[in-house]
């Protein structure tokens, strides 16, 4: 057998890569062959797959190449897809299959749902209304999209979607508040669906620490699709608990158009780093003005989105427009995403990638994802 040695820090990133149909990340199925960096700043990572044709390829590749953006001294990343051993594949399977008997019995969410925090290097840029927006155009292609307020001290989900507490509870767990858009659903929780008095108690206790690791593992979020996270501004815990209890979170950036986004990308790198969450894309908000003649003025500078992306080397997923009625909350209209506006186009697109190619529902995954499900349900019943 040939021993390599496996860079740590490579390792330490590659940790947060998580296989969609195993629902374990890569490091710890035993996918990662190879990890180094020379001295010329090129890492090299080699991977083992389970079959030649795996289509999950090109998306493990994205997901590597993610993870590997900004790390310290490396300039290039080279990925080489092989074959696993019969001996390592047999070794995949009982690790695959431990973890679904592992997986952490406090959350509801299996780690083939796809988990999106919506975050960002600075405050007021646009993260609560791309995460309402994004979860309504979700919905609306047929979704079960659960949403996740993580900005405890500030709330403004419940406003943007239309939508108000209380919460209840079933069975020792919080039941999300639910609201039906198109065929699919909105399922939230929120600091904001709470009674004033328990607001208070929390506010009080350390409980607030606390409160959104309650909202994961603590909420009933059987038979979502998606889960959205609304990141609260500026440093905090959450990016972390959830890089923890739901190794499979990848982070959205948004960013605005103005060029002077040096310290904001950095900020923007720091808070993935800190945390081994994976960087899935950059959305540019507020990135023009359409006026009703369709003429585009770039009210804010242009190019912010694009940079940024550029200096994390992921995509620019989205530019939406400057569009009063993104804020506006769903009480007050249809929300964005759902309207003929340019803005409403530019947030059905983010949708359609979302689903089609940056993270497919659990059920549009591939055979292996549902033969693992059928394998997590033998071993409940067992
Ligand atoms: N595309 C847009 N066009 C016009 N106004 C927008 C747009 N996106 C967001 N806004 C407005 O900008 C303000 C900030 O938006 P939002 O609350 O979503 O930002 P945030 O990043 O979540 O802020 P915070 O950091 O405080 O959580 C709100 O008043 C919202 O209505
Ligand atoms: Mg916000």
Same mark, same amino acid.
């Given at each position: ?11 330490a990133r590659l940790g947060g890569v998580v296989?969609p149909?195993?629902?374990?990340d890569i ?32 998306r493990l590749e994205r997901d590597v190449r993610a993870a590997l953006a900004g790390l ?5 990343v ?20 431990? /973890?679904?008997?592992? =997986? ?10 796809p988990v999106l925090a919506?975050g960002?290097?600075?405050?007021? +840029? ?6 309402? #927006? ?10 079960? +999209?659960?949403?996740?307020?993580? !900005? ?25 508040? %639910? ?9 939230? +929780? %929120?600091?904001? @669906? *709470?009674?004033?008095? /328990?607001?208070? *108690?929390?506010? =009080?206790?350390?409980? *607030? #620490?606390?409160?959104?690791? &309650?909202?994961?593992?603590? /909420? !009933? ?18 990016p972390?608990?959830l890089a923890?209890?739901l190794p499979q979170t990848g982070l959205l950036l ?14 923007a790198g720091?808070l993935a780093r =800190?945390a081994n969450l994976r960087v899935l894309g +950059?959305?540019? #908000? ?26 994390l080397h992921v995509d ?5 427009? @400057? ?27 983010? /949708? ?6 940056l993270a497919?529902?659990?059920?549009? &995954? ?6 693992? !499900? ?9």
């Amino acid at each position: 057998m040939v021993t390599t040695t496996l860079d740590a820090s490579v390792l330490a990133r590659l940790g947060g890569v998580v296989d969609p149909e195993l629902g374990a990340d890569i490091v710890t199925l035993g996918m990662v062959t190879g990890a180094s960096i020379d001295e010329a700043g090129i890492a090299t990572v080699a991977i083992g797959l389970t079959t030649v044709g795996c289509p999950l390829r090109a998306r493990l590749e994205r997901d590597v190449r993610a993870a590997l953006a900004g790390l310290d001294g490396v300039r290039e990343v080279v990925v080489e897809m092989g074959l696993l051993d019969p001996a390592a594949k047999a070794a995949l399977m009982d690790i695959a299959r431990r /973890a679904a008997q592992d =997986r952490s019995p406090t959350t509801t969410i299996p780690g083939t749902v796809p988990v999106l925090a919506i975050g960002s290097g600075k405050g007021g +840029v646009g993260k609560s209304s791309v995460t309402a #927006n994004l979860g309504v155009a979700l919905a609306a292609r047929g979704h079960v +999209v659960g949403i996740i307020d993580a !900005d405890v001290g500030g709330f403004s989900l419940p406003r943007l979607l239309g939508m108000s507490g209380p919460l209840a509870a079933k069975g020792g767990r919080l039941v999300p508040r %639910s609201k039906p858009v198109g065929e699919g659903e909105l399922r939230v +929780v %929120s600091m904001g @669906f *709470l009674a004033e008095e /328990a607001q208070a *108690l929390l506010w =009080r206790g350390l409980i *607030l #620490n606390k409160a959104v690791q &309650q909202f994961i593992e603590d /909420a !009933d979020w059987t038979g979502i699709d998606y889960l959205l996270v609304d990141l609260p501004p500026g440093t905090s815990d959450v990016p972390m608990g959830l890089a923890r209890t739901l190794p499979q979170t990848g982070l959205l950036l948004v960013t605005t158009p103005p060029l002077a986004a040096q310290l904001v990308a950095a900020r923007a790198g720091d808070l993935a780093r =800190r945390a081994n969450l994976r960087v899935l894309g +950059v959305i540019e #908000n507020m990135s023009s003005f359409v006026c009703e003649h369709g003429t585009s003025y770039e009210l804010f500078g242009a190019g912010g989105g694009a940079r940024l992306a550029e200096q994390l080397h992921v995509d620019l997923l989205a530019s939406v427009p @400057f569009d009063p009625a993104l804020g506006a909350g769903a009480d007050e209209g249809e929300a964005a995403a759902l309207t003929d506006t340019a803005a409403g186009r530019a947030l059905r697109e983010l /949708a359609r990638l979302v689903a089609t190619e940056l993270a497919p529902p659990p059920g549009a &995954q591939g055979c292996t994802a549902r033969l693992l !499900d059928a394998l997590e349900r033998v071993v409940e019943r067992a």
